[in-house]
């Protein structure tokens, strides 16, 4: 399983499983405690994207390097034992990487500097070649339509957005049946890749240019992590920018609010019934259920360890004004739930 995403990058390992109904018992949210789990190499910095394999527990790790100028960069792609030990990494330089999943052998990867879709063998190393599969498009029109909102007083705004026609996949997830779905963060787009483990060369078709995909947030990054639920009749949306955790009945629904005010709502993880997600302005793990409630918080900065490494959650947003900026060692880290209410049984292996 895994988590990840935006603003230079926080990831999280959620282990072990409960129930939808354990957590619905609680009379608030129940409050997880965060551990550390494993330091990047160093030179490596800004995890962003997070896969498993679920044959063998090891995970992947991809970096979202956008310093200035282009030639300070080290993106990389990381492979570690499900233990925490580094196996191997495999360099991309000056282009960062967003989304990662796992599929039949291969680890599919958003690159995100360079607009593509590519993979690689999961048991990959330093030399192991990487496999183009299609180029993002500029889309036409480059940016959604206007969004119109309500006000109380009766009145109406139009929220206009702009894009120079960038690419921006961020976040990935795959179906049941082997197709692809990709959020597009700058052009405020989905997309589905039909049986994306075997076409060559794979056809892109967009899903949906709704409004509610772009932002005019500080945080400009809209679209962002993808999750199905559990019979895969709903597609589940973050907008990092908005704060909203989206949803959208396929295969051609309406993209409707889910739940609000979770800023800089990123990497998205459905597992037993909640949709895990990372407030990744305030530093923080969320569990909602399908009705949009918060039923479990983990997480939140608590200062910078002797090594460099941030203490909970790391965040490192716009300069100056947030203690996590000064982070020197970039790790990740790893939530333990507990187990299910008594009489329920959990659906997830035990770590």
């Known amino acids: 399983m895994s988590l990840s995403k935006r603003s230079m990058g926080i990831l999280f390992l959620v282990l072990a499983g409960a129930s939808a109904c354990g957590w619905a018992e609680a009379q608030g949210p129940q409050l997880l405690e965060v551990e550390p789990f494993v330091e990047l190499p160093a030179g490596v ?14 995970i992947y790790v991809g970096t979202f390097d956008a310093r200035q100028p282009a030639s300070t960069r080290n993106n990389q792609l990381l492979r570690y034992a499900a233990a925490g030990r580094l ?10 990487l967003t989304g990662l999943g796992y599929a039949d052998g291969q680890i599919y990867i958003l690159n ?86 075997r076409c060559k060369p794979c056809a892109l078709e967009v899903l949906s240019r709704d409004p509610l995909l772009a932002t ?48 800089g709502a990123d990497g998205l993880l459905f597992h037993d019934g909640l949709l895990w997600l990372l407030a990744n ?24 360890a002797s090594n460099g490494a941030p203490r ?16 020197s060692t970039w790790n990740l880290m790893r939530v333990r739930l507990p187990p299910p209410t008594k009489g329920e049984s959990a659906n997830a292996a035990q770590p």
């Open 312 to 327: 909970d959650l790391p965040l490192t947003p716009a300069e100056g004004d947030e203690w996590e900026e000064r982070v």
């Open 216 to 263: 005019a947030g500080s945080l400009p990054f809209g679209a962002n992590g993808l999750a199905f639920n559990a019979d895969e009749s709903q597609l589940y949306i973050n907008n990092a920018g908005d704060g909203r955790l989206l949803r959208m009945r396929l295969p051609n629904g309406e993209v409707q609010v889910l739940a609000e005010s979770l800023p």
């Open 281 to 304: 302005q305030i530093d923080q793990l969320l569990g909602l259920d399908e009705q949009g409630l918060i039923r479990v918080r983990a997480g939140g900065f608590q200062g910078i």
């Open 45 to 58: 910095r800004y995890p962003e994207g997070l896969a498993v394999n679920p044959h063998n527990g090891e």
């Open 87 to 96: 196996l191997a990494q495999r360099a991309f330089a000056a282009t960062p």
């Open 112 to 197: 995100f500097g360079a607009g593509k879709l590519q993979r690689i063998a999961a048991e990959f190393a330093a030399d192991t070649p990487v496999e183009d599969l299609l180029d993002f498009p500029q889309l036409k029109p480059a940016a959604p339509a206007a969004r119109t909102v309500a006000n109380p007083d009766g009145s109406q705004d139009q929220i206009h957005f702009g894009s120079s026609g960038m690419p921006a996949p961020n976040g990935l997830v795959f179906a049941g049946n082997g197709d692809l779905y990709v959020s597009d963060s700058f052009q405020g787009a989905l997309y589905r890749i039909a049986n994306t483990t």
